[in-house]
């Protein structure tokens, strides 16, 4: 299995001198990869909603619009821990972040790859 990663440099919160680091890793199956890719669907999303508990222990369930079952298994794959905050003003909340393909003013086809160099 391949990994991406990536910093939500969105949630690199800070209050006063304090700052918030949550890491993702995006793993698609290396047996998804070049013809064999997975496509989201033209227009589809991916959603991260985020829970942080009374320790400031973050939480990722991510979603997607899509109706392609490998590619909602793969998203599905992402949920659990993503990192943890050190602010109490944070504990407790919540927060999403949706993301969509775009091309020139246009829906484009989210795919996932499982190459090395690939990603989202």
């Known amino acids: 299995m391949k990994m991406k990663r990536l910093w939500i440099a969105a949630f690199a919160l800070t209050a006063g ?5 949550v890491t993702l890793d995006f793993n698609v199956a290396s047996n998804f990869t070049g013809a064999t890719r997975l496509y989201a669907g033209i227009g589809q999303t991916l959603t991260f909603d985020f829970t942080l508990d009374g320790a400031g222990n973050v939480t990722l369930n ?4 899509s109706t392609v079952p490998d590619v909602i298994s793969t998203v599905n794959s992402w949920d659990g821990a993503a990192g943890t905050v050190s602010n109490p003003a944070l504990f407790g909340k919540t927060f999403t972040l949706t993301a969509f393909a775009k091309k020139t003013a246009a829906a484009a086809n989210m795919t996932f790859d499982g190459a090395d160099t690939g990603g989202l």
Not at 17 to 21: M, Q, R, T, V, Y
Not at 62 to 65: D, E, F, H, V
């Open 17 to 21: 001198n304090l700052i918030a680091a």
């Open 62 to 65: 991510a979603s997607t619009g």
